[in-house]
């Protein structure tokens, strides 16, 4: 069953999709397009939809707004795009805490490993490289 559309970009890196939250003008579509550069494939920009399949969370695109980003000062820019992939990785606009203790964010009744970050910062590509590298450990 798919569930309503949230309020999150997602990309594909290493095969999982990183959900990325926030705000209108949060940076979700800019830490999207770096992720992009660094060998990252668009899922979806600004909504996801998400349906649970053999037990695991995937993302897709709604079908008006799939293989599309927003590029702020520039517009809509066609990207190639994955149409479906499990998710590993939720990521909410904020300032992180220093150690932060383990959250999760649970999305149609499952339960993914979760992390506050601010999306604008330089860093925030490599800080999701690291937090991949602690999940698929």
């Known amino acids: ?46 909504y996801t939809l998400l349906h649970v399949e053999a037990g695991t969370l995937h993302a897709t695109a709604p079908a ?4 599309r980003i927003e590029v702020r000062g520039l517009g809509i820019v066609d990207r190639p795009t994955i149409a479906s992939i499990p998710v590993a990785l939720f990521v909410e606009a904020g300032t992180p805490d220093r150690l932060p203790d383990p959250m999760t964010r649970t999305l149609a009744g499952i339960a993914i490993p979760a992390y506050r970050l601010a999306l604008l910062e330089a860093s925030a590509p490599a800080k999701i490289d690291l937090m991949l590298d602690r999940i698929l450990r």
């Open 1 to 46: 069953m798919t569930e309503p559309p949230i309020h999150a970009g997602c990309v594909a890196i290493r095969g999982v999709g990183v959900l990325i939250a926030g705000p209108s003008g949060s940076g979700k579509s800019d830490l999207a397009l770096r992720l992009i550069e660094r060998g990252g494939v668009l899922v979806s920009d600004d």
């Open 64 to 67: 008006t707004i799939a293989g």
